[in-house]
Structures are given as C-alpha cells and as structure tokens.
C-alpha cells in the first residue's frame, strides 16, 4: 500500500503533520480540532497557505464522509500526564482530549491506523487508567493498541525528552516496530547551523551576561570570561547541568558566597532569594533551577523555561526564534504566527520533528507489510531497553520469537 492519504486532529503548531508529510510522501487532506487550540493550530494551517481544509468539531463542523483519510495524527495537550505539571495524573481535566478524540476517530471516522504522542507517564503507572480507556473505545470499535516509549536523543535529536506513542490498529493484530538509536548533533552545533535569516530576534532580549547569577560566574568564579569563553570551556560531559545555579554549586560555591556578592554588586533584590535557597538546602530541600542555559551536547526536553534561558553558544545572547524552531526540527520556511515570547511556548508544546518521523516511517511500514505482526490486541513497547510487555508479561521480542 504505496498511495496512502493523512490527516490530523489536533495538530497545534505541526510536527507529527510534517513528519506524516515526510513518511507519505504528501501533505494531509485536512485538519480536525477543537476551538480550544486554534491559537496552536493557526502556524501549520498558515505554513500550508490555508489551502488544506481545517474543520473545527466543536462548532460542528467535520470532513465529508467520502473525503476520509487512512492515517490520523494527534498532539493532544499532554499536560494531564506529564509530572511537570501541576495536578498531573488520571484524572486530570485534559486528559478529556484524549478519550474525546479516539472516540471520534475511531468511532465515526474510522481510518485504518490512528496514531499520537503524550508525555512518558502515559506509558507509565500514572496513565494506566486513560490507557486502558483508550484501549477499551478502541476494542469496542475493531482496533488493536500499541505503545511505543522511546527518547527524542534516540531518534538523532539533542534533547533527552522521554515521550509515548500510542497507536491504534484496524483488524485483530499489533506490529513490533524497529528500535532506534541514532546519532544526534550536538546542541550547540545545530544552533549554529541555522542559516535562515527570517524571524531571527531572541526570544528574551536581555543579554545573559547580565543576568546576576551568570554574571556571578564569569566575573567571580571565572574572572572575567566572556560569555563565549566560558561556553567553549564546559566539559560535554557536565551537559545536563550547565544552568547557572547548577554550575555554581557544582564549583563549590555557596548561596551565602553568591548573596555576599549580589549585595556588593548592587542586586540587592537576589540577596535573599539566595539566602533562602541556602537555608533550602541545608535543611536537606530542593530548590528551583531556571537559570541562564549553555547549550552543550544535548539539553534537556525544550519545554518551559527553555526558550526564553537557553543561550547561543557564541554570541552574548538567548535564542532567537528560528533557533527554538530548529531545535524541534520545524523546516526552515516555516513561520510563526504573531511571533511573540507567548507565542514561543507554542513551539515546545509540540513533536521534534524527526521523533515523529521515525515513527510515522513505521507506521507506513506496517502498512506496507514489512513489519511483523502478532496475534496480540495490545503491546507496549521501550525503544531505550528493546522490551515487549503484552498485558502484565514482560518479555524481549527474542525471547518471543524462540
């Protein structure tokens, strides 16, 4: 089966719908959504000049019957069931779009695969209930299930953020999909390679070497380095905890050394914050960790604070736009709707890009039959430790096929 056609709902900014473009060889036959993420969606309708129908379902609106595709894509909000979140967990609120969406799918649209990604605890503990919701709306409509768990930095993406898969299967059985592990190029260097020069203004505008605890660094730790000095200095192996405040207590650096020094530099505001994150400590807490961010080898998953701290590796300066769009593998024409600081989160509320690939790829392999099927109505699978788990037994696919 070489011709086969695409949809999505939900899409927001678009990443599973460039990555289904990439594995189909197309671009969708429309767009499916609810009023609720028109703001997300606005930048993939706009990046396909508004010519692809968008149907938005809440205001009664949906694709003719006779205009259906044979793959769906889904980037429900994973904020339910990510531990990121405040309130995460079974019954969260937006886990609603979940169960909303694979009822309409599976129940009135019908393709023959239907496919989405969520946070890792989807895979985990916290999403067995909605798991086997969604597993239970797909029996009920003829659709076997599959999970597949798995690590952005293993599909050749600097981040290590953990995700879930979840697929849905038209007929009695489920596909063992290939592993992944490629290489990825390091976070600095694919900053630096980004060669458009549209939509190119940081994200913040303020210079991180006068952020106080960065300056605190490269003035008092450092003695004067400069923002390019100090970030071609940091061992790749430290990578993950190249954030100013990790960096100052990795140096041995004390929050009452760091209060002293805001007091005698004029930031008196910081004194005692840093004396709070000192008694925090000592008291065996844990403090907040938002500061300024090096890009070096891979960073962490691109969410949150990450777009308005995370530095160019050179220039004296955060992140620009285009640079946050590259990170998630967004093509070099696209362009964002209204760019704005608000807006930016639009593009971390999304898919890399080549995350999605990989498994769009699969699912057109499957329907291709060159992948095993087996006579199962559910698996879940780990991309990072190449398990099989069918109900409550675990096993290795070698194991399976002995």
Same mark, same amino acid.
């Given at each position: 089966?070489?011709?086969?056609?695409?949809?999505?709902?939900?899409?927001?900014?678009?990443?599973?719908?460039?990555?289904?473009?990439?594995?189909?060889?197309?671009?969708?036959?429309?767009?499916?959504?609810?009023?609720?993420?028109?703001?997300?969606?606005?930048?993939?309708?706009?990046?396909?000049?508004?010519?692809?129908?968008?149907?938005?379902?809440?205001?009664?609106?949906?694709?003719?019957?006779?205009?259906?595709?044979?793959?769906?894509?889904?980037?429900?909000?994973?904020?339910?069931?990510?531990?990121?979140?405040?309130?995460?967990?079974?019954?969260?609120?937006?886990?609603?779009?979940?169960?909303?969406?694979?009822?309409?799918?599976?129940?009135?649209?019908?393709?023959?695969?239907?496919?989405?990604?969520?946070?890792?605890?989807?895979?985990?503990?916290?999403?067995?209930?909605?798991?086997?919701?969604?597993?239970?709306?797909?029996?009920?409509?003829?659709?076997?299930?599959?999970?597949?768990?798995?690590?952005?930095?293993?599909?050749?993406?600097?981040?290590?953020?953990?995700?879930?898969?979840?697929?849905?299967?038209?007929?009695?059985?489920?596909?063992?999909?290939?592993?992944?592990?490629?290489?990825?190029?390091?976070?600095?260097?694919?900053?630096?390679?980004?060669?458009?020069?549209?939509?190119?203004?940081?994200?913040?505008?303020?210079?991180?070497?006068?952020?106080?605890?960065?300056?605190?660094?490269?003035?008092?730790?450092?003695?004067?380095?400069?923002?390019?000095?100090?970030?071609?200095?940091?061992?790749?192996?430290? *990578?993950?905890? /190249?954030? #100013?405040?990790?960096?100052? &207590? $990795?140096?041995?650096?004390?929050?009452?050394? !760091?209060?002293?020094?805001?007091?005698?530099?004029?930031?008196?505001?910081?004194?005692?914050?840093?004396?709070?994150?000192?008694?925090?400590?000592?008291?065996?807490?844990?403090?907040?960790?938002?500061?300024?961010?090096?890009?070096?080898?891979?960073?962490?998953?691109?969410?949150?604070?990450?777009?308005?701290?995370?530095?160019?590796?050179?220039?004296?300066?955060?992140?620009?736009?285009?640079?946050?769009?590259?990170?998630?593998?967004?093509?070099?024409?696209?362009?964002?709707?209204?760019?704005?600081?608000?807006?930016?989160?639009?593009?971390?509320?999304?898919?890399?890009?080549?995350?999605?690939?990989?498994? *769009?790829?699969? /699912?057109? #392999?499957?329907?291709?039959? &060159? $992948?095993?099927?087996?006579?199962?109505?559910? !698996?879940?699978?780990?991309?990072?430790?190449?398990?099989?788990?069918?109900?409550?037994?675990?096993?290795?696919?070698?194991?399976?096929?002995?």
């Amino acid at each position: 089966m070489t011709d086969i056609t695409h949809a999505s709902i939900v899409p927001l900014i678009g990443g599973e719908t460039i990555a289904s473009h990439r594995a189909f060889g197309k671009p969708p036959l429309h767009f499916m959504s609810y009023e609720a993420f028109a703001a997300n969606d606005k930048h993939i309708v706009n990046y396909y000049n508004n010519e692809i129908p968008y149907y938005v379902l809440d205001k009664g609106m949906s694709p003719p019957a006779n205009e259906r595709a044979d793959v769906v894509a889904s980037v429900c909000p994973c904020a339910g069931l990510s531990m990121m979140s405040h309130g995460y967990g079974d019954d969260n609120p937006n886990n609603q779009w979940l169960t909303e969406t694979t009822k309409y799918i599976l129940g009135d649209y019908k393709p023959k695969v239907y496919w989405g990604e969520n946070a890792p605890g989807f895979a985990g503990k916290i999403g067995t209930n909605i798991r086997n919701e969604m597993r239970q709306i797909g029996k009920d409509n003829g659709y076997t299930m599959s999970v597949y768990r798995t690590k952005s930095l293993l599909h050749g993406v600097p981040q290590v953020r953990e995700r879930s898969f979840y697929f849905f299967w038209e007929g009695t059985q489920v596909p063992i999909f290939n592993y992944f592990e490629r290489e990825y190029t390091p976070i600095e260097d694919l900053i630096r390679n980004v060669k458009s020069n549209f939509q190119t203004q940081p994200i913040c505008t303020k210079k991180p070497s006068d952020n106080p605890y960065y300056k605190y660094i490269l003035e008092e730790i450092h003695g004067g380095r400069s923002h390019a000095e100090h970030s071609a200095a940091i061992d790749p192996t430290s *990578a993950r905890g /190249v954030d #100013a405040f990790s960096y100052i &207590e $990795r140096s041995g650096h004390t929050y009452l050394q !760091v209060a002293k020094w805001m007091e005698a530099n004029g930031f008196e505001r910081e004194v005692e914050k840093c004396l709070y994150k000192n008694e925090k400590l000592a008291n065996g807490g844990s403090i907040m960790r938002r500061g300024v961010i090096i890009p070096k080898d891979r960073i962490g998953a691109f969410v949150g604070h990450y777009p308005i701290m995370l530095t160019h590796p050179d220039e004296d300066r955060f992140i620009n736009y285009r640079e946050a769009m590259s990170i998630m593998g967004l093509p070099e024409d696209f362009e964002l709707v209204d760019a704005s600081p608000k807006v930016a989160n639009h593009i971390c509320q999304n898919v890399p890009v080549q995350t999605a690939t990989d498994m *769009a790829t699969e /699912v057109l #392999a499957v329907l291709n039959k &060159e $992948r095993i099927m087996v006579d199962k109505d559910y !698996v879940l699978q780990y991309n990072g430790t190449k398990r099989l788990e069918y109900e409550t037994k675990i096993d290795t696919l070698e194991a399976y096929f002995s």
